[in-house]
């Protein structure tokens, strides 16, 4: 159950300052009410808004904040937010995923489209490179959480396919349909995650020259930033230089 971590191939993520915190609250905040607003608003009785609020939580969103959006999903003047998903390739080939929440389908697309197109790469149909990844659970817990050997038993304990642990943390891996049952129960053993979501993981990742790897960053970091676009999946490989020299930006 242990294997190689891929933290930084899975998804693509950069420390962020403080000027893009808004930005950041409001995507949680915009996934806690539609996760409110799709199912009940209690989050013992929804797994997607327990997901958002974690995710929330982790990013030291106030308890005041999250209530707000829970409420908004309430209210009859909440936003009418569709969940779209994209895919396509990017430099090096590498096949990309990306998540939206958007209320104007046409506006997200084009913006999609034109960020793919500017950075050599481009946009295909719906199932050109899911298959490509798997959906599974995905539940983080910070390198504190106790050592690898500890977080393989409380996997096995806790039914998960795989334990990944690495220099960022735990990482563990169930099938969808036992998502909520896996995060459960490794909260009982382990406290609080630090994020728990349905993620697509590369089932390979494609090694990227150093030139190529630059622009596909330059892409992802556009895509990322977008104010629908919730979440970007990559199977790209980097080399370990190039990584240094991209979280040192």
């Given at each position: ?6 933290f930084?191939?899975?998804m693509?993520r950069?420390?962020?300052q403080d000027a ?10 915009r996934?806690?009410?539609v996760?409110a607003?799709l ?6 009785h929804?797994p997607r ?5 974690i ?16 409420r ?5 003047d909440?936003?009418?937010y569709?969940e779209v998903r994209?895919?396509?390739f990017?430099?090096?080939?590498v096949a990309?995923?990306?998540e ?8 997200t ?7 793919f197109s500017?950075y050599g790469?481009?946009l295909?149909?719906n ?8 959906r599974?659970?995905?539940?983080t ?17 806790a ?5 990944i642990s ?11 349909e ?5 995060r459960?129960?490794?909260e009982?053993?382990?406290g609080p995650p630090?994020?728990?979501?349905i993620?697509w ?10 030139t190529?790897g ?5 892409l992802?970091?556009?895509?990322d930033?977008h ?13 370990e230089?190039?990584?240094?020299k991209l979280?040192?930006?």
């Amino acid at each position: 159950m242990a294997g190689h971590s891929q933290f930084k191939n899975i998804m693509f993520r950069k420390n962020r300052q403080d000027a893009q915190k808004s930005k950041l609250f409001s995507k949680l905040s915009r996934e806690i009410t539609v996760s409110a607003k799709l199912g009940m608003p209690d989050p013992a009785h929804n797994p997607r808004l327990r997901s958002a609020i974690i995710a929330a939580k982790a990013q030291s969103m106030s308890k005041d904040v999250i209530e707000r959006a829970i409420r908004k999903a309430l209210g009859g003047d909440a936003e009418n937010y569709e969940e779209v998903r994209y895919e396509g390739f990017g430099p090096g080939g590498v096949a990309v995923i990306v998540e939206a929440l958007t209320d104007n389908r046409n506006r997200t697309a084009a913006d999609v489209r034109a960020a793919f197109s500017k950075y050599g790469g481009a946009l295909g149909e719906n199932g050109s490179v899911t298959f490509m990844f798997t959906r599974m659970g995905s539940i983080t817990y910070p390198g504190s959480a106790g050592t690898a050997d500890e977080m393989l038993e409380a996997a096995i304990e806790a039914g998960a396919e795989e334990s990944i642990s690495g220099s960022e943390g735990h990482e563990f891996l169930s099938r969808v349909e036992d998502f909520a049952a896996v995060r459960d129960a490794l909260e009982a053993k382990l406290g609080p995650p630090s994020g728990a979501k349905i993620i697509w993981r590369p089932n390979n990742t494609v090694p990227v020259s150093d030139t190529a790897g630059e622009t596909l960053s330059k892409l992802l970091d556009t895509l990322d930033d977008h104010d629908d676009v919730q979440n970007v999946y990559a199977n790209y490989e980097m080399s370990e230089a190039l990584m240094e020299k991209l979280s040192a930006a």
